[in-house]
């Protein structure tokens, strides 16, 4: 028996890597479909199908479509803390450094537009929805990606309180609304019009392009941390 014991955690490993490959070939696969096609119109079936296996094996692996989206979103996530960290590896003034994590948060998301998208159906749900319909793996990595973006912010943020040149109580909670905030006004960005009232009851639709938008957004945060 001893002597079978570590063929048998062989066999384990073996299986336990060939899990976690097949794992990452179906995020890639969505991924790429995310890219090409949007999120709304992604479809279990095709993810499958680019993946060669069947509808049933995607479940097998993940718990549902939320799951799986929510593991491609730490993708996007991943790819984002890089872009942050990036803009913010200058240093200098908390008022600069937070211009260009605000831009650098605009530039990535106007370039990948379907990462908005997917952070926004996710947001969708409530935290007790996604606590009950994805797994507790699933949820750990999803929490540990938007909180490494954010720690980006935050740091930003906390120097400045340091500084004396911003006035935020909680810095973690400003965060968290400038993402939120960010998202949707990323989906201005993408749609690219804007409404308002030229006259009484008489709507008017005007452009808005992603560099208004990038300046709103980076605006607002000035504003936010130094009112």
Not at 79 to 97: I, S
Not at 180 to 189: C, K, T, V, W
Request: glycine share 8%; aromatic share 4%.
């Amino acid at each position: 028996m001893a002597q079978q014991a570590p063929e048998s955690d062989g066999r384990r490993t073996a299986a336990a890597t060939r899990r976690r490959q097949r794992e990452a070939d179906i995020i890639a696969a969505t991924r790429r479909l995310f890219d090409e096609t949007g999120v709304r119109d992604a479809q279990i079936e095709q993810i499958a199908s680019a993946v060669g296996i069947n509808r049933a094996i995607v479940y097998r692996h993940f718990t549902g479509k939320e799951e799986l989206f929510a593991l491609t979103l730490v993708e996007y996530l991943d790819e984002l803390r890089e872009a942050l960290a990036d803009a913010d590896a200058a240093g200098g003034e908390p008022a600069d450094r937070l211009t260009r994590i605000t831009g650098a948060f605009v530039d990535y998301g106007v370039a990948h537009p379907a990462f908005v998208d997917c952070a926004q159906t996710l947001m969708r749900r409530t935290g007790p929805e996604l606590l009950e319909e994805m797994s507790e793996s699933a949820v750990w990595r999803l929490g540990r990606a938007i909180s490494t973006c954010l720690a980006v912010l935050e740091s930003a943020l906390e120097a400045g309180v340091d500084a004396g040149d911003f006035r935020v109580d909680d810095p973690v909670l400003l965060a968290n609304m400038l993402y939120a905030s960010g998202l949707g006004a990323l989906q201005l960005a993408r749609v690219g019009i804007q409404v308002k009232e030229s006259a009484p009851g008489v709507p008017m639709v005007g452009q808005v392009s992603a560099e208004q938008v990038r300046d709103h957004l980076v605006a607002s945060a000035l504003a936010l941390a130094t009112r």
